[in-house]
T-cell receptor, first 111, second 114 residues
Framework: LAKTTQPISMDSYEGQEVNITCSHN???????ITWYQQFPSQGPRFIIQ???TKVTNEVASLFIPADRKSSTLSLPRVSLSDTAVYYC????????????FGSGTRLLVRP | GAGVSQSPSNKVTEKGKDVELRCDPISGHTALYWYRQRLGQGLEFLIYFQGNSAPDKSGLPSDRFSAERTGESVSTLTIQRTQQEDSAVYLCASSSYLGSDTQYFGPGTRLTVL
């Protein structure tokens, strides 16, 4: 699975848009990009997945440039409850059972 | 059930004792996964089951770790002769099929080895 690099931590304020960028220079042709969210004392929760361009759901948007060597998770108008660790994962659908989590990005949303 | 459940939620044991951790996956999910998460770190993949078969045990940290699954339901992760470095949160996840894009995680079992 492709190695990913994310910022260790980010701070934001309620109501702001937060963008977390993940680098994955060695992404393979059949790799997808998936983001998980983890609250303290809970297991990770799937947020969004994409292959290229832009994906949007009710929680977030995922922007993937044409070269796919990075991706940006965008959280619109964050609230205090968005304080969590966000993990970027890259891997092929047929091997995604073996999710490789990095250290993630600790997002702190302040009032 | 509504989600993946794990028991116990917390386990404190003495070094050298055996522990057994239980995972109840979402009903109907054929694939089940075990991960370990040390304090402040990301998740470390341990093992997966497709049905009750575990084709790849290479993620298990040592031969003190074993796991089994009954049919397509409950799984147990057993750690024999626990060591302090085994202290971590053990997370279980399930998915509707192996390779599904979404794994649903349980709340984890926090294991503390004194």
């Amino acid at each position: 699975l492709a190695k990913t690099t994310q910022p260790i931590s980010m701070d934001s304020y309620e109501g702001q848009e937060v963008n977390i960028t993940c680098s994955h220079n060695n992404i393979a042709t059949n790799d997808y990009i998936t983001w998980y969210q983890q609250f303290p004392s809970q297991g990770p929760r799937f947020i969004i997945q994409g292959y290229k361009t832009k994906v949007t759901n009710e929680v977030a948007s995922l922007f993937i440039p044409a070269d796919r060597k990075s991706s940006t998770l965008s959280l619109p108008r964050v609230s205090l409850s968005d304080t969590a660790v966000y993990y970027c994962l890259v891997g092929a659908m047929d091997s995604s059972y073996k999710l490789i989590f990095g250290s993630g990005t600790r997002l702190l949303v302040r009032p | 059930g509504a989600g993946v459940s794990q028991s116990p939620s917390n386990k404190v044991t003495e070094k050298g004792k055996d522990v057994e951790l239980r995972c109840d996956p979402i009903s109907g999910h054929t694939a089940l996964y075990w991960y370990r998460q040390r304090l402040g770190q990301g998740l470390e993949f341990l093992i997966y089951f497709q049905g009750n078969s575990a084709p790849d045990k290479s993620g298990l940290p040592s031969d003190r770790f074993s796991a089994e699954r009954t049919g397509e339901s409950v799984s147990t992760l057993t750690i024999q002769r626990t060591q302090q470095e085994d202290s971590a949160v053990y997370l279980c996840a399930s998915s509707s099929y192996l390779g599904s894009d979404t794994q649903y995680f349980g709340p984890g079992t926090r294991l503390t080895v004194l």
